[in-house]
């Protein structure tokens, strides 16, 4: 049997939300949709959470950080896709970098860059210098649920809202 969530305005409960996305939500008009609900932290990963809650692999978005080098130059990416799929990492982010090769950016730079923890790694409050890549799923669906920064706790939104937000790009051959 699985477990219903408990969602509220992130604006009622600042204390779920790591300090970059509070920040996100609190000052782009995008995000003011912005749903959050409390978990314990073992649910944090995306299987975990689905196989526990009311909450479909197709209703739920990953983000996954990017890096590349060309020329002696790094670059770097959020991608979001929901999480059913997976992010083409060295075709369409790659090709968008415009890097050699571009792969999953170390969790400790990651954690150290963003102020998040790892199982909360969020699109929302990311370093403004990366662009975000959405999925055309992400983009299209009614509401994903995402990380809020922290494990303790996860974030629902439009996908249109984090289509709009920040530095946000909809790439159409994102997920595979």
Not at 143 to 150: A, K
Request: glycine share 8%.
């Amino acid at each position: 049997m699985t477990q219903k969530l408990t969602w509220v305005p992130a604006s009622e409960r600042p204390d779920l939300l790591a300090d970059s996305v509070r920040k996100a939500v609190e000052n782009d008009p995008a995000l003011a949709a912005a749903e959050v609900t409390e978990i314990d932290p073992v649910y944090a990963d995306t299987a975990a959470l689905v196989e526990n809650f009311d909450v479909t692999a197709d209703q739920s978005a990953n983000c996954v950080v990017v890096t590349g080098k060309r020329g002696g130059e790094s670059s770097w990416a959020a991608c979001l896709v929901l999480a059913s799929t997976r992010a083409d990492v060295n075709g369409a982010v790659r090709k968008h970098l415009n890097v050699r090769k571009a792969s999953f950016a170390p969790l400790a730079e990651v954690e150290a860059a963003t102020g998040m923890e790892y199982g909360g790694i969020t699109p929302v409050g990311l370093p403004d210098t990366w662009p975000l890549l959405i999925s055309e799923g992400v983009a299209a669906h009614p509401m994903v649920v995402i990380g809020s920064g922290l494990r303790r706790s996860k974030l629902r939104l439009p996908g249109s809202a984090l289509a709009a937000s920040g530095s946000a790009i909809v790439l159409p051959d994102l997920a595979v």
